[in-house]
């Protein structure tokens, strides 16, 4: 096949609720079921006739896409046929997300941690995290509703912990007309990085006292009131676009996931549900032989999917959790919006993948630091959700649930410069006694001043420089040339 052509295929979308098993078309915008209220999965009612090809051969399909220069197939539409076969080529928006390396971590951490791994690192996104996988494929969306139904103006609006607007808020910048974007943040609970991000694309950003999970009650009475287009995780485009991540992760191990576990942070637990809900594919069109083990991993803070799933299966139930500071900001959520999507999807894969092969695992916000410092201290650009999955990986580890041999993938969901101020906090020892956290001293690291300042006003610039020179020689305990 020529890799600059946009595939043929077009499959039929629908809504299917997962509370009712209503099913509704996707000319509307929906956000959860008018029905009943539940949330909703996308799927493609023509899937079926995917199968009319071998895995081969789709594998050979997205092998030469890989190269392609068309850029409405460079980013997550790679994978067209199985995520969103319904737009047109003109409606894809590409602002260079997707495709994010996958880093082996370095020797001498696999070393510490005593486990074969990797970090893929979808801090290297466009916003700098894994949401504008969802948000490319959500404007996508939006885009061709608005040139088919000829609308004047579409306002966009999200609830978010930091990343969600950010990535929603440079979309809409680059669509422009007819788009507008509103970002709802909990007041102090995003970092000033985040928050520079949507005010830099020039979105109307929209404060209030709280934590993320009253601003999205607020985004729900909005989307239930008023006519506003919804970008919270709960808009299943997001969800779509969002599990480009397994398709690269496949791609990249060669289509080979057996003895392989993903390890990912479950906030409002969209991403997780993408991954599942992607591998899945995968697996029904034979394109993988074996579906890799999921870990999500919850911080103490924020943990109702893993209080959920430590309970015994016949009589577990589920609870909201009131939320306490969290290092992993962004997952702090106390009762997430896709939990039903992982509860239906869960039950899949383990019929399919067998009794281990889904389970989440709880951390520290202590560990969360810890890890996060170290994975950056050899040369990864983990953020503090991605110090989060290290720490879940050495909870497994500890609790001797990963087979001997197995790799483990981390979802490196952001980059580390987001979360600059948790670094800071750590250095300084100044993590306010909520979060629990205290600073080791060999993980601290601080800028020395070689020279005071006044002895840059007392003495002449060349003086200065050669004093500076000096000093700092001698910090470094340099010996001097012969
Ligand atoms: C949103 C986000 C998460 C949590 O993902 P969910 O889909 O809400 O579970 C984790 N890490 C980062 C950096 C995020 O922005
Ligand atoms: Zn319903």
């Known amino acids: 096949m020529n890799d600059m052509q946009f595939p043929v295929y077009r499959g039929h979308l629908e809504y299917r609720c997962l509370g009712c098993g209503a099913r509704h078309g996707i000319d509307a915008l929906l956000y959860t079921c008018p029905a009943c209220g539940g949330v909703l999965l996308l799927e493609d009612t023509g899937f079926e006739k995917l199968k009319e090809y071998s895995g081969a051969a789709w594998r050979q399909v997205f092998d030469s896409r890989a190269g392609t220069r068309n850029s409405a197939l460079r980013g997550i539409f790679r994978f067209y046929e199985l995520m969103a076969p319904v737009l047109e080529q003109e409606d894809i928006i590409y602002l260079g997300e997707g495709n994010t390396p996958i880093i082996e971590a370095s020797p001498a951490l696999q070393n510490n941690v005593g486990a074969r791994f990797a970090f893929k690192n979808d801090g290297q996104n466009p916003s700098a995290s894994f949401k504008d996988r969802g948000m490319a494929c959500a404007f996508s969306y939006v885009k061709a509703l608005a040139r088919k139904q000829q609308w004047d103006s579409v306002l966009t609006i999200c609830a978010s912990t930091g990343d969600t607007s950010a990535a929603a808020a440079l979309y809409a910048a680059y669509v422009g007309k007819p788009v507008t974007s509103v970002v709802l943040l909990p007041r102090g609970r995003v970092t000033p990085q985040q928050l520079s991000q949507p005010l830099g694309s020039g979105a109307m950003v929209l404060e209030m006292p709280g934590v993320f999970d009253d601003c999205m009650k607020v985004v729900e009475i909005l989307a239930s009131r008023y006519r506003v287009a919804l970008l919270n995780s709960k808009n299943s485009w997001r969800i779509l676009g969002q599990e480009s991540y397994a398709y690269e992760a496949a791609q990249w191990y060669g289509w080979d996931l057996a003895e392989t576990a993903f390890f990912v942070p479950v906030g409002n637990a969209g991403n997780i549900t993408a991954i599942m809900s992607g591998l899945l594919k995968l697996y029904a069109l034979g394109i993988i032989e074996t579906l890799p083990r999921i870990f999500g991993v919850q911080s103490a803070h924020a943990d109702p999917v893993y209080r959920y799933y430590a309970q015994e299966p016949t009589t577990r139930r589920y609870e909201p959790v009131a939320v306490t500071a969290s290092a992993a900001q962004a997952a702090m959520i106390g009762n997430p919006v896709s939990f039903p999507r992982v509860q239906f999807l869960a039950e899949r894969y383990l019929e399919l993948a067998g009794a281990d092969s889904f389970q989440v695992v709880r951390v520290s916000e202590q560990a969360i630091m810890d890890s996060m410092l170290e994975a950056n201290r050899h040369g990864h650009i983990a953020c503090t959700q ?57 993980r601290v690291n601080a800028p020395r001043l070689v020279l005071s300042p006044e002895a840059r006003e007392t003495m002449s610039r060349e003086e200065y420089i050669n004093a500076a020179a000096g000093a700092v020689a001698a910090a470094l305990e340099l010996q001097e040339r012969q």
């Open 386 to 442: 991605g110090g989060e999955c290290l720490a879940g990986l050495r909870v497994a580890l500890a609790a001797g649930l990963m087979r001997p041999g197995e790799r483990a993938l981390l979802d490196a969901t952001a980059h580390a410069l987001k979360f600059a101020d948790f670094q800071s906090m750590y250095f300084t020892d100044s993590f306010p006694p909520e979060y629990g956290i205290r600073a080791k001293q060999e």
